[in-house]
Nanobody, 127 residues
Framework: QVRMVESGGGSVQPGGSLTLSCSVS???????WGWFRQAPGKEREGVAV????????CYGDSVKGRVTISQDKAKNTLYLQMNSLKPEDTAMYYC?????????????????????WGQGTQVTVSS
């Protein structure tokens, strides 16, 4: 079974930056993995997804241009670099692998919620 452990969250001021990390075990890196977030009372929102074999990425419209997803398969780690953070980015951030998350043909992250993921890491953006 794929296990994911998120870290790197924290509290920052608007305009600040954070880098989140996801440590994975049991993943064969044969398809997609990425990040989604969920704020209280809100639906899950795909943030960024990467195709493990070829590095192709997709980003949510609300974060495009401010977020970069990357992977280091040798270190079993997925990263999310976030810049120019806004209060609207406040949420619990989770990493997930297929079949829980993918990129659509239109280039948008899609969270399917079929499996399981870690406890998440909290990102809070406020002044």
């Amino acid at each position: 079974q794929v296990r994911m452990v998120e870290s790197g969250g924290g509290s920052v001021q608007p305009g600040g930056s954070l880098t989140l990390s996801c440590s994975v075990s049991g993943y064969s890196y044969t398809h997609y993995w990425g990040w989604f977030r969920q704020a209280p009372g809100k639906e899950r929102e795909g943030v960024a997804v990467i195709n493990a074999p070829d590095g192709t990425t997709c980003y949510g419209d609300s974060v495009k241009g401010r977020v970069t997803i990357s992977q280091d398969k040798a270190k079993n780690t997925l990263y999310l670099q976030m810049n120019s953070l806004k209060p609207e980015d406040t949420a619990m951030y989770y990493c997930a692998a297929d079949p829980d998350i993918t990129c659509t043909y239109g280039g948008s992250p899609l969270v399917l919620g079929r499996g399981s993921w870690g406890q998440g890491t909290q990102v809070t953006v406020s002044s």
